[in-house]
């Protein structure tokens, strides 16, 4: 899901989508395989309540339930679960 973008394109502050809310939601990613990210969050004023992430994990990159890197910021996080990680076998590795 995402709250914004990362392009160019949202270069203002006009331009950056403001006061989304996630309330009462469950992002999953594919229980066997993860998926890289939940929620981009490129917005302001935005807020994350009583939801849940799972299975957001991956083999050799980094991944995030939630992560914003274009967008001014301002996201309070209340009652909000998180489970997501490596999978056991490449804990095994290191």
Known sequence: MEFGNASSSQNTLASV???????RSYLHGNPSYGQRRGLALN???????????ADFKGVSQDTQAIAGWNGPGAVPHREQLSRSGRRKRDLRRR
């Open 43 to 53: 917005s302001a004023d935005a807020e994350v309540t009583n939801s849940y992430f």
């Open 17 to 23: 989508p403001a006061h989304l809310i996630l309330d």
